[in-house]
């Protein structure tokens, strides 16, 4: 669902999609080295830059600062929710009735018949089960789905490479983001020559 771009000089074909995420710009880049001798890939040397709407520099983002934040989302939202099915409790209200006849008798010999009615109600407070089983749930999920993100990022992400005769690297490098951005260009040092991709948004 991506547009790619490519680039052919010297026998290496660069190939490269852009795509605005919720936290940071990814760029999905792909080298193919047709040519006879192997070529050095820095990603450090990756350059992003907004052109519109206003030029400046979007410095890379390290994978593993992503995790890190990431991890500290999820233990703050996993104490929280362990914290709230811990404190859910159940209310059970209980309703009596009482009633009866009262007979008294005095010294002189007189007496006197009474009936009471007496309704009360009372509630007791136990622990929600289900509620804590469900926080129990909500905490399982974001913890596979922060796994899952971290072997996509460790298994993705562009590393250093040198790119042998015949063969093809691929990953993807992580630059900041503007919410306003309407352009970018994406530099690419490789093997002496410097790959321009230009992207559009709107």
């Known amino acids: 669902g991506h547009k790619f771009k490519v680039l052919t000089s010297d026998g290496l074909t660069v190939t ?3 795509a ?3 936290n940071y710009t990814l ?18 040397g990756f350059h992003l830059e907004e052109v519109s709407p206003k030029p400046k520099a979007l410095p890379s983002v390290d994978a593993a600062s992503v995790m890190k934040s990431a991890q500290r989302r999820v233990a703050w939202g996993n104490a929280l929710t362990a914290m709230g099915g811990s404190m859910a409790r159940q209310q059970t209200t209980t309703n ?18 009474g009936t ?14 289900a509620a ?15 796994a899952a993100m971290a072997g996509k990022l460790s298994s993705d992400v562009f ?4 790119v042998l005769p015949n063969q093809t690297v691929r990953g993807i490098v992580l630059f900041e983001k503007d919410k306003k951005t309407q352009s970018l260009l ?17």
């Open 132 to 146: 804590q089983a469900r926080a129990n749930e909500v905490i399982r999920q974001r913890n596979a789905a922060l």
């Open 27 to 44: 760029a999905d880049v792909s080298v193919t080295n047709a040519g006879a001798t192997p070529i050095d890939v820095l990603p450090t």
């Open 96 to 113: 009596t009735n009482d009633n009866g006849t009262v007979n008294v008798s005095s010294s002189d010999g007189t007496t006197a018949t």
């Open 186 to 202: 994406l530099s690419l040092p490789i093997g002496g020559t410097v790959y321009q991709f230009p992207f559009m948004f709107t």
């Open 16 to 18: 490269v999609a852009l």
């Open 116 to 129: 009471y009615n007496d309704t009360g109600t009372s509630t007791s407070s136990t622990p929600d089960y």
């Open 159 to 162: 590393e250093a490479n040198t």
């Open 20 to 22: 605005i995420m919720d």
